[in-house]
């Protein structure tokens, strides 16, 4: 009875032969790979541009959100961005600090506060949101702004 070959001896050299070409269609099938290669490609960019304005991607999206939200609480940016509260006090007390935001009580809930921009982090947003727009259009300058929107789309799909 002939035994079947085993995974490694289909896709792989005999153990003796120097690998010539890496052998990635595996890791090509996978969303996640993928997903994450085309993230890397694009953080990779977005570190150091944003680190101009001293801002991390943690910080760039809680204050986006704070912008194009103002009045959103704390709890809401946390269910939109997945955190835990703990690690989203420091970062508004820091953003308060440097002049980003600041705390109103809320209109309907008295416990809690919502959170507007300060004129300065209207500013910093302006630049910093134009300056992350403008690497998001060259790291996908080989898709047609259809293909971006569909990407876009399915990759909400995944997440939402």
Request: aromatic fraction near 4%; glycine fraction near 6%; charge should be positive.
């Amino acid at each position: 009875m002939k035994k079947s070959p085993s995974l490694a001896e289909t896709v792989s050299p005999p153990p003796d032969a120097p690998v010539t070409r890496v052998n990635t269609r595996y890791l090509e099938t996978l969303m996640g790979y993928n997903a994450r290669r085309a993230a890397l490609v694009i953080i990779g960019e977005f570190l150091p541009r944003m680190a101009v304005y001293d801002l991390r991607p943690v910080d760039f999206s809680v204050l986006s959100l704070v912008v194009h939200n103002p009045g959103v609480t704390s709890r809401q940016l946390c269910a939109t961005l997945g955190m835990q509260a703990p690690n989203l006090v420091g970062m508004l007390k820091a953003m308060e600090r440097r002049g980003w935001l600041c705390r109103r009580p809320h209109p309907h809930d008295g416990r809690a506060m919502g959170l507007h921009p300060t004129q300065a982090g209207l500013e910093l947003m302006r630049v910093a949101e134009k300056t992350a727009s403008d690497l998001e259009q060259k790291a996908t300058a080989d898709l047609s702004p259809e293909e971006r929107k569909t990407l876009i789309q399915l990759l909400k799909k995944i997440y939402k």
